[in-house]
Nanobody, 126 residues
Framework: QVQLTESGGGLVQAGASLRLACTDSGRTFSRNGMGWFRQAPGKEREFVGVISWNGGITYYGESAKGRFTISRDNAKNAVYLQMSSLKPEDTAVYYC???????????????????WGQGTQVTVSS
């Protein structure tokens, strides 16, 4: 059973960096592609990026390209989102997610998600 837990959120100033982590207590993590999404108040949940089961493929949403990097450590059942040059518009609750399929890339839209974490708040002040 997949159980995702995010950590690492907080309040930072514009231009700062922050690394989010997501751990999975289940036994299939190393076979699952993992995605990051975010949701700002009053807005729809937005795709941030995804990493394939073995880390060989990554895709990013437009807002993340060039500033965010996703990585994973299958030995630790963890996936990370390294964010740099943060902007106030990056303020949101960040979620990790999986579509539950094996040996795939992972979810790139909310409708494909099978399991969500509880989210971690990131606030960027100007």
């Amino acid at each position: 059973q997949v159980q995702l837990t995010e950590s690492g959120g907080g309040l930072v100033q514009a231009g700062a960096s922050l690394r989010l982590a997501c751990t999975d207590s289940g036994r299939t993590f190393s076979r699952n592609g993992m995605g990051w999404f975010r949701q700002a108040p009053g807005k729809e949940r937005e795709f941030v990026g995804v990493i394939s089961w073995n880390g060989g493929i990554t895709y990013y949403g437009e807002s993340a390209k060039g500033r965010f990097t996703i990585s994973r450590d299958n030995a630790k059942n963890a996936v990370y989102l390294q964010m740099s040059s943060l902007k106030p518009e990056d303020t949101a609750v960040y979620y990790c997610a999986t579509d539950g399929t094996y040996y795939g890339v992972g979810p790139r839209d909310s409708q494909s998600v099978r399991s969500w974490g509880q989210g971690t708040q990131v606030t960027v002040s100007s």
